[in-house]
């Protein structure tokens, strides 16, 4: 095991209890607007499974909003191996979420088998579009091969808020500040058939999607007021 992969006090237990008193602080002084979340909600609440998905430094508001706004206790994500991965890790269980560990490299495929097994168990599922290492905003296939191998649909999301720091790592992480107003929004669910054998043109639609989502939320943030109209899907899919 490498210096950098040590697990130190700090990973296993004063980070993850530091972040989720901030994390449950924060995010309870914030207002919440969301947009089409309708298929999100009804999905859930009638206890059907999905995948959730979103770009690396988007993903933070999605466990306390899905433990605490909903009530809903049935997700699994997937972290690194990485000693950051151990602290998501325990930082999750405070949440009562589960998490598989891997990424693009490091234990991947036998993660997405893992998620895969989760998925089709009927937990929701959750990673990261653009992966562990990026490169930033740029859809990677893993998402599309659990839901093609799963049968679940893909939810498409993204969240901004008009008061927030960027942290200074690769992606560039999104952190809330206190009595912010956060804007949320979904694409409608994307669904993958088992047959199909090329998956770049869902790669692009999602990649379209999530710039959509993005500018979206950006707009809203600063004080706009966007008419909602996401591109249309080609019809091949």
Same mark, same amino acid.
């Given at each position: 095991?490498?210096?950098? @992969? ?15 008193? %901030? ?10 607007? %969301?947009?089409n979340e ?38 699994t994500l ?36 893992? !998620? ?12 990261? !579009? ?17 839901a093609q ?10 969240? @901004? ?28 669910? %994307? ?7 090329? %998956? ?38």
């Amino acid at each position: 095991m490498s210096r950098k @992969d040590n697990i130190t006090l700090l990973h296993s237990h004063i980070g993850p209890n530091v972040i989720f008193g %901030l994390m449950r602080g924060v995010f309870s002084t914030c207002r919440v607007a %969301l947009t089409n979340e309708q298929f999100f909600e009804q999905h859930c609440r009638a206890g059907r499974n999905a995948i959730f998905v979103s770009w690396h430094n988007r993903l933070l508001a999605l466990p306390y909003y899905y433990y605490y706004r909903y009530g809903f206790h049935n997700l699994t994500l997937m972290v690194s191996k990485s000693r950051d991965g151990e602290l998501f890790k325990r930082l999750m269980a405070k949440f009562g979420i589960d998490t598989v560990r891997g990424s693009a490299t490091r234990g991947g495929v036998g993660a997405m088998k893992l !998620l895969i097994d989760v998925a089709r168990s009927g937990r929701d599922t959750s990673l990261a !579009l653009d992966g562990s290492k990026g490169p930033r905003y740029r859809v990677q296939p893993g998402a599309l091969l659990l839901a093609q191998m799963s049968g679940m649909p893909l939810i498409p999301l993204a969240f @901004d808020i008009n008061r927030k720091i960027v942290l200074p790592t690769w992606d560039h992480m999104i952190m809330p500040l206190p009595f912010g107003h956060i804007y949320a929004a979904f694409a409608n669910p %994307l669904y993958v058939p088992r047959a199909a054998r090329d %998956l770049t043109p869902y790669v692009d639609t999602l990649q379209c999607e999530m710039d959509y989502l993005c500018a979206f939320i950006a707009l809203q943030a600063r004080g706009e007021h966007p008419v909602w109209h996401p591109p249309a899907r080609p019809l091949v899919l």
